[in-house]
């Protein structure tokens, strides 16, 4: 990775704070993200993954702090101007969320509802995506006649159907067993090389971690308490660090 | 034991629930007069909701005009009235019986529907994904199945109707002898303008409802499916509730105007 501090970071979050009521998620949590990077940002169930990725994508709003991408702050612009910025965004839900009344097409279709593409357009689109993560023959099937690794390639195809520069990932190995999850992995290393996004990885899984990162953050109490790579990280003496790697 | 405290929190998250429908309501006109109009997603919702409600509409009309006729027919001709049956079932099917019997059917299948439909799309963090894709969720999903519900119900209300009046034409024709032509001769004679216009208004307002807190229910549901579940059955009931409060200031209304 060629991570120097003279690059600017294509999604730099910074002092982000979420409280709800008296539970303060999020107490000014930072990160960056430079192009072409895998970060992978691990932390325990609750410590505020999701809350961060809720305000990454607009499904929250933070009580303080920013998220610049490609250099614009979100949490200013008005609501047309983020839908236009959320082309660069893609994002692979845990559980895939297909829409289940739509076909796998519709379901690649939709987020081109806005592109004013003709229907060859959208067609080829949808085509190269699924060829991508391997399922053409897909297409015309309903979410609920897929298995949980095949929802998982096609929720992946939506994600990068739209050619996003930064696709978010969470827990894409969640649920899925040994064998799936390391397809999932390869594909998203593929989909790296290939599309040249550059990835924020929400995981539990080492294992995903270790074969995909360029560079890891812990997430404790709602602040990056540590960050590396994943060599550096494993190897810490603290005990916090090495709660993650047992 | 009931105590002033548990009133004053039921009363409190009662009025709570009434204030956050009543934003719902206020963000749907707001949405529905701003562009872009999702004219095929309303399309389909107005076909699943109608199509799909003919059926269950038709029998409960054809049962409902059959079962009022035959009740009736007895009493009316102990004071050798039943001559006024076809007016007499006509006006009371269509100015109230028949509008609110198809609502509250309408209610137990399309507001419950709408609810856990959109209850799972919440869960299953569909919606999330719908907004997350720059689709506005709240016009795509709510708006078209508010608007389906009220465009959809005023015809299967007219629907349902013509089937109980066909299923008390049929009674009268094997137990009267009444020709089917005499019946609906008597049946047009006796209904008027006034009759058939408030109750047809009404109906708009029925589907309004139905569409409304089915949708309300869905896209502010709990997590987990017994959420969804929840959803679907306040739906039914809150919707139920809310019929039967239009229906009497329709009433009252037309009572002033009519």
Same mark, same amino acid.
């Given at each position: 990775m060629n991570k120097t501090k003279d690059i600017e970071p294509i999604l730099r979050i910074k002092n982000l704070k979420k409280t709800f009521g008296d539970n303060?998620?999020?107490?000014g949590f930072s990160l960056e993200l430079f192009e072409g990077e895998n970060l992978v940002l691990m932390g325990k169930s609750g410590s505020g993954k999701s809350v961060m990725i809720k305000c990454l994508v607009g499904l929250l709003q933070p009580d303080d702090g920013s998220i610049e991408i490609k250099g614009k702050d979100i949490t200013k612009l008005t609501q047309k101007e983020f839908n236009d910025l959320r082309t660069e965004l893609g994002f692979l839900f845990q559980g895939s969320a297909l829409y289940d009344s739509m076909t796998v097409r519709e379901n690649l279709e939709f987020p081109m509802r806005k592109q004013k593409k003709t229907d060859e357009e959208s067609y080829k689109l949808v085509l190269e995506a699924l060829e991508s993560v391997g %399922?053409?023959?897909?297409?015309?099937?309903?979410?609920?006649? %897929?298995s949980g690794g095949m929802k998982r390639r096609i929720a992946l195809a939506r994600a990068i159907i739209l050619r996003p520069k930064i696709i978010i990932y969470d827990e894409p190995t969640t649920g899925l067993d040994p064998i799936t999850a390391k397809e999932i992995i390869e594909l998203m290393r593929n989909i790296q090389q290939n599309y040249k996004t550059s990835s924020l990885i929400i995981t539990h899984d080492v294992d995903c971690a270790r074969v995909i990162s360029n560079r890891m953050i812990l997430l404790i109490d709602g602040i990056n308490y540590a960050e590396g790579t994943f060599e550096e990280l494993s190897s810490s003496k603290d005990e916090k660090i090495q709660a993650f790697f047992k | 034991m009931i105590t002033t405290e548990k009133i004053g929190n039921a009363l409190k998250n009662f009025l709570t629930e009434v204030g956050e429908m009543s934003y719902f309501a206020g963000r749907f006109f707001k949405e529905l007069f701003s562009r872009p109009f999702e004219f095929k997603e309303l399309l389909r919702q107005c076909y699943n909701m109608g199509n799909r409600s003919l059926l269950l509409v038709g029998v409960t009309g054809f049962i409902l005009g059959l079962v009022f006729t035959l009740q009736s027919r007895p009493t009316l001709m102990e004071f050798g009235a039943q001559s006024w049956m076809p007016s007499m079932v006509s006006i009371s099917i269509v100015r109230e019986i028949g509008p609110v019997i198809i609502a509250l059917i309408c209610a137990g299948k399309i507001s419950s529907g709408i609810g856990a439909e959109l209850g799972s799309m919440r869960v299953t963090e569909q919606i999330d994904a719908m907004e997350v894709s720059g689709t506005n969720p709240f016009k795509y999903l709510v708006v078209t199945r508010i608007m389906a519900a009220t465009l959809m119900i005023p015809l299967l209300v007219i629907f349902g109707d013509a089937i109980a009046l066909f299923g008390s034409a049929i009674v009268e024709n094997l137990k009267g002898d009444v020709s089917f032509q005499l019946y609906f001769n008597k049946v047009f004679d006796a209904i008027k303008f006034s009759d058939i216009l408030p109750a047809t208004v009404k109906t708009f307002f029925f589907g309004f409802a139905i569409g409304l807190v089915g949708s309300f229910k869905g896209y502010y549901c709990k997590k987990g499916t017994v959420g969804v579940g929840e959803a679907s059955n306040s739906a039914v009931v809150y919707t139920s509730m809310l019929l039967f409060i239009i229906d009497f200031i329709a009433v009252f209304v037309t009572d002033i105007f009519f």
């Open positions: 303060h998620v999020l107490n %399922l053409t023959e897909a297409i015309d099937l309903m979410p609920e006649e %897929l | -």
